[in-house]
């Protein structure tokens, strides 16, 4: 008996629930997807006002950490982006501050505008509602780790070079220098340098190797 009783009082519970009476009780409390979304569109039905601050021409070596903390100063900071380069991660030398109380933020751009910073002048205003992006500020927890691309590039340009690497690069100068010498051909142009043909003839001169792939290797350069 105890077990048909459970059912009964479970089976009564989904009904109540499933009642149009309980739907619309439940509309009434709950917002719906499209008031959600009219909130966001029409301006002065937020709860709560923000205002985001440009600030322009940073000193190199300013990041996100030192720019919080300077700027916390005035009032508490919602959220802020400093924008990167996608290949180094390098700072771009501009940032975006979102205070939570706008009259912070327009006393903020106020005292802060063309403020001498390490030797820079920054900029900073206040930027319109209308004209803050509603992506602006994606990606903002995001933290960056820089890369040091020319430290790679001169490493991989520096290392050594093995036979078909070298063999490879000394057909494309041959193929470019003849390439040259046939354009100055097209236009009527006399003009004779010696170029990497003289050193590869000097070199067959002086040892038995022909081919000319193998007469540049002497040549550290290459």
Same mark, same amino acid.
């Given at each position: 008996?105890?077990?048909? =009783?459970?059912? =009964?009082?479970?089976?009564?519970?989904?009904? %109540?629930?499933? %009642? #149009?009476?309980?739907?619309?009780?439940?509309?009434?409390?709950?917002?719906?997807?499209?008031?959600?979304?009219?909130?966001?569109?029409? #301006?002065?039905? =937020?709860?709560?006002?923000?205002?985001?601050? +440009? *600030?322009? @021409?940073?000193? +190199?070596?300013?990041?996100?950490?030192?720019?919080?903390?300077?700027?916390?100063?005035?009032?508490?900071?919602?959220?802020? *982006?400093?924008?990167?380069?996608?290949?180094?991660?390098?700072?771009?030398?501009?940032?975006?501050?979102?205070?939570?109380?706008?009259?912070?933020? /327009? *006393?903020?751009?106020?005292?802060?505008?063309?403020?001498?910073?390490?030797?820079?002048?920054?900029?900073?205003?206040?930027?319109?509602?209308?004209?803050? @992006?509603?992506?602006?500020?994606?990606?903002?927890?995001?933290?960056?780790?820089?890369?040091? =691309?020319?430290?790679?590039?001169?490493?991989?340009?520096?290392?050594? /070079?093995?036979?078909?690497?070298?063999?490879?690069?000394?057909?494309? *100068?041959?193929?470019?220098?003849?390439?040259?010498? %046939?354009?100055?051909?097209?236009?009527?142009?006399?003009?004779?340098?010696?170029?990497?043909?003289?050193?590869?003839?000097?070199?067959?001169?002086?040892?038995?190797?022909?081919? #000319?792939?193998?007469?540049?290797?002497? +040549?550290?350069?290459?």
């Amino acid at each position: 008996m105890g077990k048909q =009783t459970k059912k =009964t009082n479970v089976s009564s519970k989904g009904n %109540s629930e499933s %009642s #149009p009476f309980l739907k619309k009780a439940i509309k009434k409390v709950v917002p719906s997807r499209r008031s959600r979304r009219l909130n966001k569109l029409v #301006p002065g039905r =937020t709860k709560e006002q923000k205002a985001v601050v +440009y *600030i322009g @021409h940073l000193p +190199y070596g300013f990041e996100e950490t030192g720019l919080r903390k300077f700027f916390e100063q005035f009032g508490r900071i919602v959220r802020l *982006i400093m924008p990167r380069s996608k290949d180094t991660a390098r700072a771009k030398g501009y940032a975006f501050v979102e205070y939570e109380n706008p009259d912070v933020a /327009k *006393i903020a751009a106020d005292t802060m505008n063309n403020y001498m910073m390490f030797g820079k002048q920054i900029v900073c205003h206040v930027v319109e509602e209308e004209k803050v @992006h509603s992506r602006l500020f994606k990606g903002w927890k995001k933290k960056f780790k820089f890369v040091p =691309t020319q430290l790679i590039f001169a490493k991989k340009t520096r290392s050594k /070079k093995s036979q078909e690497e070298r063999c490879e690069k000394v057909k494309n *100068i041959l193929a470019a220098e003849k390439a040259k010498r %046939s354009k100055l051909k097209e236009l009527n142009i006399k003009f004779k340098f010696p170029g990497f043909e003289a050193l590869i003839k000097q070199y067959r001169s002086e040892t038995s190797v022909e081919n #000319p792939e193998e007469c540049l290797f002497k +040549y550290d350069a290459f």
